[in-house]
């Protein structure tokens, strides 16, 4: 037999012993600290329901308050969400419109269920590109949930990595132009201080939903040593066990950031 068909033949098998990893199983492993999720496939949803792309939206959100709530009670301390990107501004006005209303209406529902479960809320993109009553309503969470000390809930809204990037450079430079740093003294570390996510460790793991295998402009710079998963499921069908699925998957790949 070709070399190439055993090696995957013994990957197969290998793949298969794994595959019998337990919910409790995972649960008692390593847990993610930080995750990340490219919520995808909303529109696909409500279009297999003949449904308004809007619906899509609609459903999408409770998956976050269930997210949220399982994030935080395995301990993970950052989930990322990626809600809305740059370039989804391209969309049509009223599919803009009403994803610029949906923060509103999480968090006119579920704030306090999030103050209560000690969530931090936090946001990662350009809040002045924002309508106002959005910005107000993200900014109103951000200080009332400023002091608690539980999961932070980041909601990557009106973000785009590239543009972090670029502003970071620009900020960089000014400090250098002005004589307050030196051009040697930029670092890795620095740098990510300068980004929309400041303090905040990288993603150790990556979920995109809906069967796209691309970035869509996500954390270019912080994903560098992510794991990622990809699933088929659509955002408004992703459950908790999907989620459990997911860290599981991840709990099966060997981190070596480059080492042996
Ligand atoms: C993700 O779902 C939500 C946002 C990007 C705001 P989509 O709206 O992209 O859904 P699909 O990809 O069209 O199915
Ligand atoms: C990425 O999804 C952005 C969010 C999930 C917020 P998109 O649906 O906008 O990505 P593309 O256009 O398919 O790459
Ligand atoms: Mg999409």
Redesign the pocket.
């Known amino acids: 037999m070709l070399n190439i068909l055993k090696n995957w033949k013994n990957q197969q098998t290998a793949a298969s012993n794994l595959e019998s990893l337990t919910k409790e199983d995972i649960l008692n492993g390593e847990i993610p600290e930080h995750i990340a999720i490219i ?7 409500a ?1 297999k329901r003949a449904l308004p ?1 809007v619906a ?2 609609h459903e ?1 959100m409770k998956v976050v308050k269930r997210m949220t709530k399982l994030a935080n009670e395995l301990n993970v301390k950052v989930l990322t969400l990626y ?3 740059t370039e ?1 501004w391209k969309r049509p006005k009223l599919e803009v419109d009403f ?1 610029m209303k949906l923060p509103e209406e999480f968090l006119n529902i579920y704030l306090p269920e999030l103050i209560e479960e000690n969530v931090r809320v936090r946001l990662t993109g350009d809040p002045d590109g924002l309508p106002q009553h959005t910005k107000k309503a993200v900014e109103n969470a951000v200080k009332s949930t400023a002091n608690n000390d539980g999961l932070v809930l980041n909601f990557a809204l009106n973000y785009g990595g590239r543009t972090e990037i670029v502003s970071a450079c620009r900020q960089i430079s000014e400090k250098v132009k002005e004589g307050k740093l030196r051009a040697e003294d930029i670092t890795e570390e620095m740098f990510s201080a300068y980004l929309m996510t400041e303090s905040l460790q990288d993603p150790d793991l990556l979920i995109r939903t ?1 069967g ?1 295998i691309r970035l869509s402009n996500f954390m270019l710079w912080q994903i560098a040593y992510s794991e990622f998963v990809f699933t088929d499921v ?2 408004p069908d992703f459950s908790d066990e999907h989620l459990i699925g997911a860290i599981g998957e991840y709990q099966r790949r060997g981190r070596r950031f480059g080492g042996i």
Do not use: P, T, V
Request: charged share 25%; proline share 0%; aromatic share 14%.
């Open positions: 919520m995808d496939g909303n529109g696909r949803w279009k792309r899509g939206h999408g809600a809305f990107s989804n994803l809906s796209e659509l955002w």
